[in-house]
T-cell receptor, first 112, second 113 residues
Framework: QKEVEQNSGPLSVPEGAIASLNCTYS??????FFWYRQYSGKSPELIMF????GDKEDGRFTAQLNKASQYVSLLIRDSQPSDSATYLC????????????FGSGTRLLVRP | DTGVSQDPRHKITKRGQNVTFRCDPI?????LYWYRQTLGQGPEFLTY????????KSRLLSDRFSAERPKGSFSTLEIQRTEQGDSAMYLC???????????FGSGTRLTVV
C-alpha cells in the first residue's frame, strides 16, 4: 500500500464548477497535510496546508481533513482554466515529521 | 532573497559521466531537501539536511549519489556513473522549523543519453 494515494485523473470540470480532489494516507500518526499545485514542466507550489480536523478556507480553496478516515481533500470553487494543473497531496509521517511524502498527483483539467 | 535557486536548469549527459547539481536555499531556512521526480509521479524523497548535517538519506539512493551542504548554506547533489534510469527532474526544497511546508526550487532536469 502506498503511503499517499491519489486518483491520477484527469479530473475534468467546466469553468465555474467546483473541483474536488481527494487523497488518502496510510500512516495514522500523520500530523501535517499539504496540497501543492504543479504546472507542466514546473516545480510544485504550495497552495494549502492543514493540521486539524475540519475545513480550512483560503480564497477559492478549501482543504478538508478527516484523520479518523485518513482522508484529506481539496475543493476549488469557481474553477478557472488557469487552475488546470496537477495537484499533489503530501503528508508527514509520525517518525519523520520534517519529511513530506507525496502522492502521485491528480491532473485537473478545467474546460472553458 | 527571492526563493530557492537551482543550477543548472537542464543537463544532458552521456551514460557513465558524473554530474553535479547545486541548490541555494532561502537564506533563513536551515532545512534543505532533495527530491527526484519522474513523469507522472510525485516527488520522491532523496535526502535531508538540517544545517550542515545530513540527517537522512533514502534507502532508494544508491552509492552513486552523494550530497553535501558545507557550512549549512548551499548544497550539491552529485551522481556518479550516470545511468539512463537517473533521468528525472531533481528538485531542491528548503524550509525553516516554523515554516509550513517546503519551498521548491525550479528543479534541474537531467537527461542521460
Amino acid at each position: 500500500q502506498k503511503e499517499v494515494e491519489q486518483n491520477s485523473g484527469p479530473l475534468s470540470v467546466p469553468e465555474g464548477a467546483i473541483a474536488s480532489l481527494n487523497c488518502t494516507y496510510s500512516d495514522r500518526g500523520s500530523q501535517s497535510f499539504f496540497w501543492y499545485r504543479q504546472y507542466s514542466g514546473k516545480s510544485p507550489e504550495l497552495i494549502m496546508f492543514i493540521y486539524s480536523n475540519g475545513d480550512k478556507e483560503d480564497g477559492r480553496f478549501t482543504a478538508q481533513l478527516n484523520k479518523a478516515s485518513q482522508y484529506v481533500s481539496l475543493l476549488i470553487r469557481d474553477s478557472q482554466p488557469s487552475d488546470s494543473a496537477t495537484y499533489l497531496c503530501a503528508v508527514t509521517l509520525l517518525d519523520s515529521s520534517y519529511k513530506l511524502i507525496f502522492g502521485s498527483g491528480t491532473r485537473l483539467l478545467v474546460r472553458p | 532573497d527571492t526563493g530557492v535557486s537551482q543550477d543548472p536548469r537542464h543537463k544532458i549527459t552521456k551514460r557513465g559521466q558524473n554530474v553535479t547539481f547545486r541548490c541555494d536555499p532561502i537564506s533563513e531556512h536551515n532545512r534543505l531537501y532533495w527530491y527526484r521526480q519522474t513523469l507522472g509521479q510525485g516527488p520522491e524523497f532523496l535526502t535531508y539536511f538540517q544545517n550542515e548535517a545530513q540527517l537522512e538519506k533514502s534507502r532508494l539512493l544508491s552509492d552513486r549519489f552523494s550530497a553535501e551542504r558545507p557550512k549549512g548554506s548551499f548544497s550539491t547533489l552529485e551522481i556518479q556513473r550516470t545511468e539512463q534510469g537517473d533521468s528525472a527532474m531533481y528538485l531542491c526544497a528548503s524550509s525553516s522549523r516554523r515554516a509550513n511546508g517546503y519551498t521548491f526550487g525550479s528543479g534541474t532536469r537531467l537527461t542521460v543519453v
